[in-house]
Structure formats: structure tokens, C-alpha cells
């Protein structure tokens, strides 16, 4: 299965990143492709609502920054993972830049390998995660109707222990 890890961490060696790697050695380790992106080294604007994509540009965004590498990986992507630290109950900004670009190319149904989604998450406290959850549900298991392969969450103390790394690597390898 190809897998793309969406990054959101601006934090090459942080908590988040830390996670990710574990879950992607695991991920390979059942023989998966994964394929890694740290949204924020990458030059991707927000989406400007200028309609184009669903107009003109038939499902084309008309900025041409860094997100098009995005959207030709994710036609050829089985399961994304969508891996952020929380900042301010949600989602990491840079991160939510991508998401709102999905709106270009992504529709129910559409790219059409795309099946399932989890969440990592990482955060300094456990009652943090709403804004996360919220936008697993709305964007991805109700608009988009991914299958839910899990959220996988450390806070506090957990952030960086090798048991919640343990966790992460053995999830990746038991995607099936």
C-alpha cells in the first residue's frame, strides 16, 4: 500500500516528527511505500477561494507553489496520514493550508485509491484534540468518506517515550 504522511510539525526533531518516523519504519517494515511530507519546509499558500479549480481550471488550482507535488502524490495514495502538534486546540496552520487545497482536486470519490486516514497527533495536554477531531470527522471521514484507521495521540510526559514510539511503529506495521 502506498502510504503519504502529511507533516505539519515545523520541528524537524520534535515530538510529532519523532512519531512519524516510528510509524513509517513500521509501515515499511509490512512492506508499505511511505512517503513523507514536512508541509512546512514547502512554499504552500492558502486556498484564495477564487472558484477556478471548479471552474475553468477543472479541478486545477491556479497557485503554483509546492502543493502540486502534494496532489500528484495523492493520486497514486492509498492512505494518508495526517500528523500535526496541536497548536491552540487544532491542527498546526501550515498543515491546515494543505487541507483547505484539497478543495482543488479532492472530492468524494476522487483521486480514486484514496481510502483510508489516520491521525497523529501530539500535544502538552490530553483535552486538546477537538479541533483535530473535528476536522478528521467533517474533512475526511464525512466528505470524503476515508475509512477511520485510528488517532494516535501523545501528550505531555508521553510525548518522545519509547512506549508510545513502540505504539506508532506497530500500528504502521498492522495496516492491512
Do not use: W
Amino acid at each position: 500500500m502506498r502510504i503519504l504522511v502529511l507533516n505539519g510539525s515545523p520541528r524537524p526533531g520534535g515530538n510529532t516528527k519523532q512519531m512519524v518516523n516510528s510509524f513509517k519504519e513500521g509501515a515499511e517494515s509490512a512492506g508499505h511505500q511511505v512517503d513523507v511530507v514536512d508541509v512546512c519546509r514547502k512554499r504552500i499558500g492558502g486556498c484564495i477561494a477564487c472558484e477556478y479549480c471548479h471552474t475553468r481550471g477543472k479541478g486545477v488550482c491556479i497557485q503554483k507553489d509546492d502543493m502540486q507535488e502534494i496532489y500528484e502524490m495523492l493520486q497514486n495514495t492509498e492512505m494518508l496520514v495526517i500528523a500535526s502538534p496541536i497548536y491552540y486546540h487544532g491542527i498546526s496552520g501550515q498543515l491546515k493550508c494543505v487541507i483547505d487545497r484539497f478543495y482543488a482536486s479532492v472530492s468524494p470519490g476522487n483521486p480514486s485509491g484514496l481510502k483510508k486516514v489516520a491521525m497523529i497527533l501530539s500535544s502538552g495536554d490530553a483535552d486538546m484534540y477537538d479541533g483535530a477531531m473535528f476536522s478528521l470527522q467533517g474533512d475526511f471521514l464525512d466528505y470524503l468518506g476515508l475509512e477511520n484507521m485510528g488517532v494516535y495521540t501523545a501528550h505531555g510526559a508521553e510525548n518522545g517515550s519509547l512506549e508510545k514510539l513502540e505504539e506508532l511503529k506497530r500500528f504502521g506495521a498492522s495496516i492491512r
